[in-house]
């Protein structure tokens, strides 16, 4: 069964926006990671938030969770064109379990 | 850095082959993962390794075997080929503890494609 679930499916944004993603789970954890992935390649670690941290930041990266929701949103701001990408949220506990990801593209 | 390399990048196999995903990490993990990746079904865990010698089955694994004879090696066997395992595979491997026991370095991946 899915255990994350990102939302949008897909997002488009100009160069310059913020680009904000979502994503929902449904059991305990023991933290939430966020990677991406450029089309066709494997998938890049980019930020681990643990299930006792509110929030974390990592260069343009803003990671927030909310266990109490079971929630996490990933901000990218100041987006770049090579910010386009797919971005998966995964959950952790004992092993990962990923969610089908959102297409974000950011137009130059 | 990580780095997790797999032995191609693309692959064309006939139904009923045999055929072999390799994998190879240099950072002396011990945890290796096997994914595959198909449009609307996101990521899915055929089989894990934890050890040398040791391997579990993952969400998916039936029609997959693997094999980890070395620790950084972790082959990903398909038995006989069938056209539903064209996809995406992709090799990841972690820590087993420490501050980044959970983090996985994936490879670049292999698409297969069976025809």
């Known amino acids: 069964s899915q255990q994350g679930e990102e939302d949008p499916q897909a997002l488009s944004i100009q160069e310059g926006e913020n680009a904000t993603m979502n994503c929902s789970y449904k059991t305990s954890i023991n933290n939430l990671q966020w990677y991406r992935q450029n089309s066709g390649r494997g998938l890049v670690h980019l930020i681990l938030?643990?299930?006792?941290?509110r929030e974390k930041h990592s260069g343009r990266l803003r990671v927030t969770l909310d266990t109490s929701k079971k929630s996490s949103s990933l901000l990218i701001t100041a987006s770049r064109a090579a910010d386009t990408a797919s971005y998966f949220c995964?959950?952790?506990?004992?092993?990962?379990?990923f969610g089908q990801g959102t297409e974000l593209s950011v137009k130059p | 850095d990580v780095k997790v390399t797999q032995s191609s990048r693309y692959l064309v196999k006939r139904t009923g082959e045999k055929v072999f995903l390799e994998c190879v990490q240099d950072?002396?993990?011990?945890?290796m993962f096997w994914y595959r990746q198909d449009p609307g079904l996101g990521l899915r865990l055929i089989y894990f390794?934890?050890?040398?010698?040791?391997?579990e089955k993952g969400d998916i694994p039936e029609g997959y075997s693997v094999s980890r004879e070395k620790k950084e090696r972790f082959s990903l066997i398909l038995e006989s080929a069938s056209t539903n395992q064209t996809s995406m595979y992709l090799c990841?491997?972690?820590?087993?503890?420490?501050?980044?026991?959970?983090?996985?370095?994936f490879g670049p991946g292999t698409r297969l494609t069976v025809l």
């Open positions: 390794s934890y050890d040398v010698k040791m391997k």
């Open positions: 950072m002396d993990h011990e945890n």
């Open positions: 990841a491997s972690s820590m087993a503890s420490g501050e980044r026991a959970d983090t996985q370095y």
């Open positions: 995964a959950t952790s506990l004992g092993k990962l379990i």
């Open positions: 938030i643990r299930s006792n941290e």
